[in-house]
Structure formats: structure tokens, C-alpha cells
């Protein structure tokens, strides 16, 4: 089930780890044709190979989607757009923190199992610990996120990062308006299936176990990242005033739809025939002409 190749503008997605993004990533997939995505993972080495690539190779791809900082678009086709997803810095260091204790297989297992939370908050065991998106947001090399200098951003950086949500990025998604965001994807850049189930997701105690003193030490060492994202907040609110449909509408009725599809969404392509077998025996022959058609 793809849109168009002649519907889809190229997209940059920029994937700050445990936004939302690996969700995201399985839309994107279904949207795009195969062989048509480019991923990053995020290392030099990666970035460089692309960069090797001839121009007329890097332009055969729709979408650059990964673990990126911001500025590959440069290298890739200036007509292109950003997409990123931001979330409340301090929980999405919590998850982060919990979503590794809870995987053996992570990299960075064996390092932070030991630790509390507050140790965690205050460690330089990894780059998104610290402000990262801000660090993400306001790299100036061509997609690589800036690592070597993990205590040296600043308010200048602060402010980079703030011009680029507002000049450069097409859509800025919050992970807390995720239904939301996708409905501002649709409509920006032509997506037509945009059902999902969450990937990723890991299980975390309620804030009141958690500890002030964690919390304290993640705000203070997040401190550019919750200004940037009180800034994201502002945006957002302007981009859903902006959207020219009824957004309560379009969440209920995409919502709906997306519960009688759910089970059948850990593939990441759904057939057409599955869709409209799904669509029809519920009796939304209509929202099925309708979606189908679109």
C-alpha cells in the first residue's frame, strides 16, 4: 500500500532516539517504495557512505530516514523536507533508561544496568543522556550528530536549534500528539497509510517512583533540551491552527479505523486486499472507498 511515487516530495527524517521514531519508521516504510529509503544508523561511517555516493545516485532515494543530525539535506536534494518528533526531555531519558535495562541485547546494557536512574541522569555513558536533541537539532556537519563535545553545547546552540524548527523542519511532531503529528504528515507529504502499532516500547514506574532527585538531575542536565522543547510546544500549537481540516475529526475517525486494523500491523507492509478485507466486514464499505480512493 504506497502512495504515489508522483504524490511523495523527498523527505528527511530525522530520528532522535525514543521519540516515537521507530514507530514512525514501519509508516514510513509503508509509504515509500521499496528501495526508494535510504536508513542511517547514526555513525560517521554510514553518513560517509552515502556521502560517496555519486549525486545521481543520492538522488534516486525519496526519503533519508535515521539517526542523523540535522543538515544531510544539503548533500542529498535542497527541495527536500525535515521531518523530526520531539518529546519531554526528561521522559525520554526515563524511557531511554528503562528501555535498555530492559533489553540484554542493547550495547549500552552492561553499563547501565548497574546504575540507578539519578546515576544514569548525571553519567556521559552516551550522547542522548544530555540535551540531545538540542545536540541534534544544531550539529553543522552534514548529519552527524556532534559527539566528541557532549559538555560544550551552549544558548547559541539553543538557538540554532530553535531556527531550525521553525525555518527548516515541514512538520514537528510531539511524541505526547503522536495521532496528531500523523495527521500533520498526511497532509504535508502526501502519506496515505499511516496505521501503526507502537515498536519499541517499554515499560516504566509511575513518576512518584521514581525520585525527585532523579528528576532534578534530569532537568538540570537537560536544561537546553526543555527550553528547546517548550519552543516545539509553541510550533505545534501553530501547525495544528494551521491544518485546514477538523484535527478532532480526523484523529476519531483515523483512530477507529487504526483499532480494527491493529492486529494485522506487526507486518510492516499491510496488503491492499488485507485493508479491504479488514474495512469491509466491519461495514465501513464507505471509509474504505473512501481511504482506498484516497
Known amino acids: 500500500m504506497f502512495s504515489s511515487e508522483n504524490d511523495l516530495g523527498k523527505l528527511v527524517f530525522i530520528h532522535i532516539g525514543k521519540t516515537g521514531g521507530s514507530t514512525l519508521r514501519s509508516i514510513i516504510y509503508r509509504n515509500y517504495p521499496k528501495g526508494k529509503i535510504r536508513h542511517f544508523d547514526g555513525t560517521k561511517k554510514d553518513i560517509s557512505g552515502f556521502l560517496a555516493l555519486s549525486p545521481e545516485k543520492r538522488s534516486q532515494y525519496l526519503c533519508l530516514e535515521g539517526h542523523m543530525g540535522f543538515g544531510l539535506r544539503s548533500q542529498f536534494d535542497e527541495s527536500s523536507k525535515y521531518l523530526t518528533f520531539l518529546r519531554d526531555p526528561v521522559d525520554r531519558v526515563i524511557s531511554l533508561y528503562y528501555f535498555i535495562r530492559a533489553n540484554p541485547d542493547h550495547y549500552l546494557y552492561s553499563r547501565v544496568e548497574p546504575l540507578t536512574l539519578r546515576e544514569f541522569a548525571s553519567s556521559k555513558i552516551t550522547h542522548m543522556v544530555r540535551n540531545c536533541q538540542t545536540r541534534t537539532l544544531a550539529g553543522e556537519k552534514g548529519g552527524q550528530i556532534r559527539l566528541e563535545d557532549k559538555e560544550k553545547l551552549c544558548f547559541d546552540d539553543l538557538e540554532k536549534a530553535k531556527t531550525r524548527l521553525e525555518e527548516d523542519i515541514s512538520v514537528i511532531g510531539l511524541t505526547g500528539s503522536f495521532d496528531?503529528?500523523?495527521?500533520?504528515?498526511?497532509?504535508?507529504?502526501?502519506?496515505?497509510?499511516?496505521?501503526?502499532?507502537?515498536?519499541?516500547?517499554?515499560?516504566?514506574?509511575?513518576?512518584?517512583?521514581?525520585?525527585?532527585?532523579?528528576?532534578?538531575?534530569?532537568?538540570?542536565?537537560?536544561?537546553?533540551?526543555?527550553?528547546?522543547?517548550?519552543?516545539?510546544?509553541?510550533?505545534?500549537?501553530?501547525?495544528?491552527e494551521d491544518y485546514p481540516k477538523n484535527m478532532e475529526e480526523e484523529v476519531n475517525n483515523f483512530r477507529q479505523k487504526n483499532s480494527l486494523l491493529k492486529p494485522f500491523l506487526k507486518a510492516k507492509r499491510v496488503p491492499l486486499a488485507l485493508l479491504k478485507k479488514v474495512l469491509e466486514i466491519t461495514d465501513t464499505k464507505e471509509l474504505a472507498k473512501k481511504f482506498l480512493g484516497g
Open 180 to 240: 496528531q503529528s500523523l495527521m500533520l504528515c498526511k497532509e504535508a507529504f502526501g502519506w496515505k497509510n499511516v496505521f501503526y502499532v507502537r515498536r519499541n516500547t517499554g515499560s516504566k514506574p509511575p513518576p512518584e517512583e521514581i525520585g525527585e532527585g532523579a528528576i532534578e538531575s534530569l532537568k538540570d542536565n537537560n536544561r537546553l533540551d526543555l527550553k528547546l522543547y517548550e519552543y516545539a510546544e509553541s510550533l505545534f500549537k501553530r501547525q495544528i
